[in-house]
């Protein structure tokens, strides 16, 4: 019977989202999996990270708490899933799987994947209105809300034109809301959205 561990030698997650490190095998019939170790090499040191055997699962180190988790019913998937990535969490990251075999011998195999950690530019952003339509009756209430995508946090600045091309700033909050409209707030507004 032949093993072997499949998986990318590197991989990008960002900042703040989650990633999975992928680590899979082709189950063999008379091979049964006897532990799992997924363990890093990174600024902070080295060590153990997650350990399976049998049925218990242990994180073994406390940064990755509730963190962490590799799939339970999936024969051969041994992927390790990381939660809200952190920039320390970059490093290599070992996989290695255990089997016994028929005549009660073990096979270890183990692969590495490099694992970066990056973070996202602000993405242009988009002005959702609080009411459909912007003509709205004198003393209504309404509200803009500016939107962006990227890594936090994201800072958000509103403006309005004002007279010869000179932009006004009106507020640093994602929203800008009018409780009561008057018809001195008709004009051009724009928001801007800036992360690091």
């Given amino acids: 019977a032949f093993l072997d561990l499949s998986g990318p030698s590197e991989i990008r997650g960002v900042w703040k989202e989650s990633v ?14 006897q532990t799992l170790t997924w363990s890093v090499v990174h600024d902070k040191g080295s060590g153990t990270i997650f350990r399976r055997d049998g049925s218990s699962d242990q994180v ?9 988790s590799v799939p339970k019913d999936a024969p ?12 320390s969490d970059r490093g290599t990251y070992t996989c290695q799987v255990t089997w016994r ?3 009660n011998s073990l096979i270890a195999k183990e692969i590495t ?4 950690v990056v973070k996202v530019a602000a993405t242009k952003p988009i002005i959702r209105a609080g009411a ?10 309404t509200s803009l809300t500016c939107e962006a995508r990227g890594s936090p946090p994201i800072s958000y600045r509103w403006f309005r034109s ?7 700033l009106l507020s640093t909050a994602a929203e800008l809301a009018w409780p009561s409209l008057r018809p001195s707030d008709s004009g051009t507004y724009f928001c801007e959205a800036e992360n690091r």
């Fill in 20 to 33: 999975t490190l992928p680590c899979s095998y082709v189950p063999v019939e008379d091979l049964v999996q």
């Fill in 60 to 68: 073994l180190l406390s940064e990755y708490r509730e963190r962490l």
């Fill in 76 to 87: 051969g998937n041994v992927s390790l899933l990381i939660l809200n990535l952190e920039i």
């Fill in 101 to 103: 075999d028929s005549n």
């Fill in 113 to 116: 994947t490099k694992l970066e």
């Fill in 132 to 141: 459909p339509g912007l003509t709205l009756p004198a003393g209504a209430s």
């Fill in 162 to 168: 004002g007279p010869a091309g000179r932009a006004e």
